[in-house]
């Protein structure tokens, strides 16, 4: 591993405990401790703990702070109410996707401010575009990455694991918060910012607390109760979660030639009575026919369909795969695709070229997996 | 099979030698070490009984969860038997990688491969080195 590379807080905890260190989007970071399906399966059934502490964390203060977000995000920010988030794109003026992004909303008097998570291999790219969009805004940008920590903790136990952890305030209870809401803790008298967001799936929690303290409170959540068999994850299972949940990542089926309405992110674009970066391009897209659209594969026997391989109508070539898995949940290849609007509808029977061999997919419902 | 007798290729296949009426025969599979670095293994391509195999060309392949790898065979042939159990038991790989995890049976009709193939300590060396 080079020394270039960017390391969490809990980088040697990563080392130490065996983790398969890579190069993800310039952070060296573990994809797997044990094995794929082993973490995967540990995060459905019990509690998975993810450094994510290479996400991006950009604060915006000062008094314009909402119209210069509700002038770059392409979800109406105005209405979100105070300690909560909302899931948005931030698009360039074609109506590419520079990012997807989840925004917190404080109204604390003496630190008002709101904050975006970012993609790790986005936030050069989204810190200067925020710099150059900000000169008409009163705003002012910190980028807090270096000197916080991220840690998710996900699954159905989370719920039990977090409230035994983090210390909530007077009249409040982590248990209790709702889906998209935050909520300020402390753990040995350190503040951390409990949200109720993840990417998995599963119901669970995202921590955002200085890098100081990041050790400490990851080995507390791992050890808090061994009935909970929490157990830490690495990357390879973040993303075969968030595949089987049906949730998009940024780079495959994200980019900045894709759009928003062919991801079928349209709950992520609020077009009518606002003007942001990219609106006009996309109510005229909106209007367009023939866009490739993203779609979820379901393929019969057991090879794995990966990106880039080609989608296949009566051996016509109808699109490509942009991400793909075996899923260890539902025990068959998976894959999300951009295929043409005419075999896009469900129950579509296609083909994917797996090198040279034609294997069968059909396209169903995202998400794959939705937890009961 | 004693892996420390077995002669191991740059790609992480070892083989066994044996003669069977003058014939030379390979038994192929996939080194421990290569399977470890695989792991969550999904689907093994087999080769066909009757196909011929040259030296560094794909014979199979092996997937897991994160990626897919080639099977190379060291050696110059035609595959005799295959272990058509792995298909339904893909454990076996990683459980018993140098018994019940062998993938083909090869009939030499070249030795030349074999000249390029290491012994264990020479492949030890290289999977640390890695």
């Known amino acids: ?372 | 099979m004693n892996h420390e007798e077995l002669l191991y290729a740059e790609t992480h296949e070892w083989l066994h030698l044996t003669e069977q009426d003058g014939d030379k025969i390979a038994t192929i599979g996939i080194s421990a070490f290569a399977v470890e670095a695989l792991t969550d293994l999904v689907y093994i391509q087999l080769p066909e009984v009757g196909q011929k195999v040259s030296v560094g060309k794909s014979f199979g392949e092996v997937e897991s969860v994160k990626a897919v790898s080639d099977l190379y065979s060291p050696i110059e042939g035609e595959v005799i038997e295959v272990n058509e159990s792995l298909a339904n038991d893909l454990e076996a790989l990683s459980t018993d990688p140098y018994g019940k995890g062998w993938v083909a049976k090869i009939k030499l009709t070249d030795e030349g491969g074999l000249a390029n193939l290491m012994d264990i300590d020479s492949y030890r060396k290289q999977c640390s080195d890695d």
């Open chain 1, 1 to 372: 591993m080079t020394s270039t590379l960017a390391q969490t807080p809990l980088h040697s905890w990563h080392v130490s405990h065996v983790g398969r260190m890579v190069d993800f989007a310039g952070w060296s970071m573990p994809v797997q401790y044990s094995s794929i399906v082993a973490e995967h399966r540990a995060t459905r059934r019990h509690v998975g703990v993810f450094d994510i502490s290479h996400m991006g964390r950009i604060r915006i203060a000062g008094p314009d702070r909402v119209q210069f977000l509700d002038h770059l995000l392409t979800r109406q920010m105005t209405d979100l109410a105070e300690g909560c988030i909302r899931y948005s794109l931030l698009c360039n003026e074609s109506g590419g996707i520079l990012d997807d992004v989840l925004v917190y909303r404080f109204d604390d008097q003496q630190n008002a401010h709101w904050l975006l998570v970012v993609n790790a291999g986005n936030r050069n790219k989204i810190a200067s575009w925020l710099d150059q969009q900000s000169h008409a805004f009163n705003v002012e940008l910190e980028d807090l990455t270096a000197t916080t920590a991220m840690i998710a903790v996900q699954g159905p136990l989370a719920v039990q694991v977090i409230p035994r952890v983090i210390a909530a305030p007077p009249g409040h209870s982590f248990a209790k918060l709702k889906y998209y809401q935050s909520q300020p803790g402390t753990f040995h008298n350190t503040r951390v910012l409990v949200s109720r967001t993840g990417y998995t799936g599963e119901d669970g929690f995202e921590l955002i607390l200085p890098t100081g303290s990041a050790v400490e409170l990851w080995n507390a959540i791992l050890d808090c109760d061994p009935d909970y068999a929490a157990q830490a994850v690495g990357l390879g299972a973040r993303d075969t979660l968030r595949l089987e949940a049906g949730m998009p990542l940024y780079g495959h089926e994200l980019t900045e030639e894709i759009n928003p309405l062919q991801a079928e992110l349209h709950f992520a674009v609020n077009l009518k009575g606002r003007n942001f970066i990219g609106r006009e391009s996309l109510q005229m897209i909106q209007q367009e026919i023939g866009q490739p659209q993203r779609v979820g594969l379901k393929l019969e026997g057991r090879r794995v369909p990966r990106e880039g391989y080609r989608v296949l109508s009566d051996r016509a070539d109808v699109g490509h795969v942009t991400s793909g898995t075996f899923s260890p949940t539902l025990e068959v290849p998976l894959a999300m695709a951009y295929v043409t609007p005419q075999v896009a509808t469900e129950g579509s029977k296609l083909h994917v070229d797996i090198r040279g061999t034609s294997t069968a997919a059909r396209v169903v419902k995202l998400p794959f997996y939705r937890r009961k």
